[in-house]
């Protein structure tokens, strides 16, 4: 819905004709992947009973296998990934490009303590040569950006680390990093653009969101997060009960209903 919003009076009204009219009134009903997505058909004018809820999900089973059981195995994924044992590693996982804002949180990490936390990057693209300059020219020592990772490896960053955050403007429809993250286990700080902010984000239980763009704002929950680790490692506990609700289980289970 937030992207709808952002188009042409003229652009809604055509859409409004095509779909309400002619597409929209074929269809017995409609799986919505989550807030957004749900209030986008309502928009147009769906009823409830229509609405049926198919939550945007990853193969948890498969990233909770990496799930570090005890804190040694935390620090036995950070040996093997050539990361910092003793600091909070804050994770950022997607590409080095615009609608994901990746200079957001470099810009942030000057506002953090950087005694305290690693900033890790995991990911590549074309705004690397920025991000490169911007930690050479404020000589930042605690920033990692890892390149291109490979697929089977991703679950091990996020066994590695404590807190995601993604930056993301409206174009970031849902973002399944934040899923997989929260399966590891992850507090999560997340743009209020993201599309799944509005479903994987209990604010103050599992982590926060805050104003896309506003950077003091980032730092500011990040901050709540690297200074109370009971809250963070709560907060995580809180990650992974929330997603039990969005697995293919879920799908199913709602598919059959049907």
């Not at 949180?105 to 990057?121: H, Y």
């Not at 960053?157 to 930056?167: F, G, K, N, P, R």
Request: aromatic fraction near 10%; include cysteine.
């Amino acid at each position: 819905l937030l992207l709808e919003k952002q188009k042409t009076a003229q652009s809604l009204r055509f859409r409004k004709v095509v779909l309400s009219k002619f597409l929209f009134r074929f269809v017995d009903y409609f799986l919505y992947i989550g807030q957004q997505n749900k209030q986008f058909y309502k928009f147009y004018q769906i009823p409830e009973s229509k609405l049926v809820p198919s939550p945007y999900s990853v193969d948890n089973q498969r990233f909770q296998t990496f799930l570090p059981k005890s804190k040694e195995e935390k620090q036995a994924f950070r040996r093997e990934l050539g990361l910092p044992e003793d600091k909070i590693i804050v994770l950022y996982s997607g590409k080095y490009i615009a609608k994901k804002r990746p200079m957001d949180l470099l810009r942030a990490s000057l506002l953090l303590p950087s005694e305290k936390c690693a900033i890790v990057m995991m990911g590549e693209g074309e705004l690397r040569p920025e991000m490169e300059k911007f930690v050479h020219e404020h000589l930042l020592q605690n920033i990692t950006l890892t390149g291109f990772v490979n697929q089977a490896e991703i679950p091990k960053y996020y066994a590695a680390s404590d807190v995601l955050v993604m930056c993301s403007d409206a174009n970031e429809t849902w973002g399944l990093a934040v899923n997989e993250a929260m399966n590891l286990g992850l507090s999560v700080v997340l743009s209020d653009q993201v599309g799944c902010a509005h479903d994987l984000v209990k604010e103050g239980e599992n982590g926060f969101t805050y104003p896309m763009g506003d950077v003091a704002a980032l730092a500011k929950k990040l901050n709540l997060l690297l200074s109370d680790s009971n809250f963070r490692e709560n907060a995580g506990r809180r990650s992974l009960e929330i997603i039990d609700l969005y697995s293919y289980t879920q799908i199913i289970a709602n598919l059959k209903s049907l």
